[in-house]
């Protein structure tokens, strides 16, 4: 291999129809070559030089030059790989059939994996016992608590502190590579696989989920649709927050610190049985114990995450209204109650600053939601009446929003609509210029930016079914080059299980073992000042880089079949 010199192309494949870009990453004391080939594999294993072409130069990005090998006019399907100077990549294929599968380790791995509350058994493995059947206790007062968790000076609801609060023990996913239940992780993960149900139709049937039984076996088809299985999963956390405390909470997690080191079953992180304040610790009566290892509830309540978990519930209640009605009709009405109790509250002093800006999100995204759903004027009335002004103060998620609404409006919201995307188009191209790769990199310090890519490559997708003599299909294909291995740093699919080589080394549960969870989607790159990125291969426990969460898995899921559906257009 030359020195200083790296290749990053797409781990999984490309579809034959679409560009093929190989980006070449160059120290910048290393010469350009002037070529570089595809080969072919044939089915009796040689090998044949395809086709030769020029390397143009990109320019410097960091501490790198780089330079690009298009070989695009390959459409024949088959077995490939690209030889720089003495440098030869690993076999990837060209076929309709690279992106149809993508997506279903994900759906049948990594999200059965993460249930909460449930056995979850594969084959002669079983990933964790029943957990958390104790849940839960209200948190104390003032507390400041590890995993950004706090409590103020009120519960905000009827429980005394350190008070068991029944109904808690259904539902949920694991957030992330530890066991607590963000409800904004929820809300957020629920609403993105609502999106792809809607849009895509996805029936696939390969997990047996049993909420009654609270098991779980992986590879087993149970005759129902495992999308639908998983929103009402996380549907039903939400639900029981509400229906138990009089709203949503910011999350459940242990309360002592050696209990958030665990790994391994989950299961084992308590002793399963509701505290007793009246035992001894190690003490029990077979129904409860005297142990406080009890999750507790981060309970007081905010506008944020009312109106989050209203949104969520507001699309759970369209995704279920076949498969579970009575669910489905009771995340409606729970969905109005949060609007309406928030809508009628005094407006808060104005504010700015991270959280303030989710706030509005929130709220506009829960009244979008709740006019699709009810086609009632009033959601219509408030969403119309906030969106453009946060357009006006930025595109970044707020073009998203405005586009998932716009097959749901007037012709005169798409009409004033196309002027943002107009204005939208110009932040893309300026990506092509900012790096070689044309998506937004390094736009969240201390985490990751592929969820915030996966993000932008679907606001695309949506731009381009509205106005595709704007938006181009492959700033939707973009995203994708970018998750499965065109990125820098390193060639891997940041997708576990995913592409020929992938990412094997990440923070899930099993992170302890230095292994993966198949479909689990990392955060990936982070820039080391001043222009280093960088992401760890031989040490998961970086979890700014490497730690799976379930909202970016949600989201991932949805844009593999939007780039899938626009290939075979």
């Known amino acids: 291999?030359?020195?200083?010199?790296?290749?990053?192309?797409?781990?999984?494949?490309?579809?034959?129809?679409?560009?093929?870009?190989?980006?070449?990453?160059?120290?910048?004391?290393?010469?350009?070559?002037?070529?570089?080939?595809?080969?072919?594999?044939?089915?009796?294993?040689?090998?044949?030089?395809?086709?030769?072409?020029?390397?143009?130069?990109?320019?410097?990005?960091?501490?790198?030059n780089y330079a690009e090998f298009d070989f695009s006019e390959v459409t024949e399907t088959g077995i490939y790989f690209i030889k720089y100077g003495e440098h030869t990549t690993n076999t990837f294929p060209i076929s309709e059939q690279v992106y149809e599968t993508a997506w279903h380790p994900t759906l049948d791995v990594f999200f059965p994996v993460q249930m909460d509350h449930m056995k979850v058994n594969e084959a002669y493995r079983t990933w964790h016992g029943r957990p958390f059947m104790d849940d839960a206790l209200q948190a104390p007062l003032e507390q400041e608590h590890f995993d950004g968790y706090r409590m103020g000076s009120s519960t905000d609801t009827k429980f005394e502190p350190y008070e068991h609060i029944p109904g808690l023990d259904v539902g949920g996913w694991f957030d992330a590579g530890d066991y607590d239940i963000q409800t904004g992780t929820h809300c957020l993960t629920i609403t993105d696989l609502v999106a792809s149900w809607e849009e895509f139709g996805l029936e696939r049937d390969q997990t047996h989920i049993n909420q009654e039984n609270r098991y779980v076996d992986i590879h087993r088809p149970d005759g129902q649709i495992d999308i639908l299985q998983q929103i009402e999963h996380g549907t039903l956390?939400?639900?029981?927050?509400?229906?138990?405390i009089g709203h949503a909470v910011r999350g459940m997690i242990v309360p002592n610190l050696h209990q958030y080191h665990h790994l391994g079953d989950a299961s084992t992180e308590t002793d399963n049985l509701p505290y007793n304040p009246n035992l001894q610790p190690f003490e029990s009566d077979g129904v409860s114990s005297g142990n406080m290892d009890d999750r507790w509830v981060f309970?007081?309540?905010?506008?944020?995450?009312?109106?989050?978990?209203?949104?969520?519930?507001?699309?759970?209640?369209?995704?279920?209204?076949?498969?579970?009605p009575s669910l489905s009709a009771e995340c409606l009405e729970l969905a109005?109650?949060?609007w309406q109790k928030n809508e009628n509250m005094p407006a808060p002093e104005p504010s700015s600053g991270y959280f303030a800006r989710f706030l509005k999100l929130s709220e506009m995204n829960t009244s979008m939601q709740l006019y699709v759903t009810t086609k009632e004027t009033k959601y219509a009335q408030a969403f119309d009446s906030k969106i453009w002004n946060a357009m006006d103060e930025t595109l970044d998620r707020t073009i998203d929003i405005a586009l998932h609404a716009a097959p749901h409006m007037d012709a005169e919201f798409n009409n004033k609509l196309k002027i943002y995307v107009q204005k939208y188009t110009?932040?893309?191209?300026?990506?092509?210029?900012?790096?070689?790769?044309?998506?937004?990199?390094?736009?969240?310090?201390?985490?990751?930016?592929?969820?915030?890519?996966?993000?932008?490559?679907?606001?695309?997708?949506?731009?381009?079914?509205?106005f595709p003599d704007l938006v181009d299909k492959e700033h939707v294909f973009k995203g994708l080059h970018y998750i499965?291995?065109?990125?820098?740093?390193?060639?891997?699919?940041?997708?576990?299980g995913v592409g020929t080589k992938s990412k094997k080394v990440a923070y899930g549960s099993n992170r302890a073992d230095f292994s993966f969870i198949a479909g689990g989607v990392v955060p990936g790159i982070l820039l080391m000042g001043?222009?280093?990125?960088?992401?760890?291969?031989?040490?998961?426990?970086?979890?700014?880089?490497?730690?799976?969460?379930?909202?970016?898995?949600?989201?991932y899921i949805f844009l593999v079949n939007a780039a899938d559906e626009l290939l075979k257009e």
């Open 1 to 64: 291999m030359d020195p200083g010199t790296q290749y990053w192309f797409f781990q999984i494949g490309y579809h034959p129809e679409q560009k093929k870009i190989a980006i070449i990453e160059l120290d910048k004391n290393h010469d350009r070559l002037q070529t570089a080939s595809l080969y072919q594999v044939t089915p009796e294993g040689t090998t044949g030089e395809k086709v030769s072409g020029k390397v143009t130069e990109w320019g410097k990005h960091f501490r790198y």
């Open 237 to 244: 956390n939400l639900v029981a927050q509400i229906n138990s």
């Open 426 to 466: 110009s932040e893309i191209d300026q990506l092509e210029k900012d790096n070689p790769y044309g998506v937004p990199m390094f736009r969240r310090p201390g985490w990751g930016g592929n969820h915030g890519i996966i993000d932008f490559a679907i606001a695309n997708y949506r731009a381009h079914k509205l």
């Open 484 to 496: 499965f291995g065109r990125h820098p740093h390193s060639n891997l699919s940041f997708v576990s």
């Open 530 to 555: 001043p222009d280093y990125p960088e992401n760890k291969e031989n040490w998961p426990f970086f979890w700014g880089e490497n730690e799976y969460i379930v909202d970016i898995g949600a989201s």
């Open 336 to 338: 109005k109650k949060l």
């Open 299 to 324: 309970s007081e309540r905010s506008p944020y995450l009312d109106y989050s978990t209203a949104g969520a519930l507001a699309a759970a209640s369209r995704a279920l209204k076949d498969y579970n």
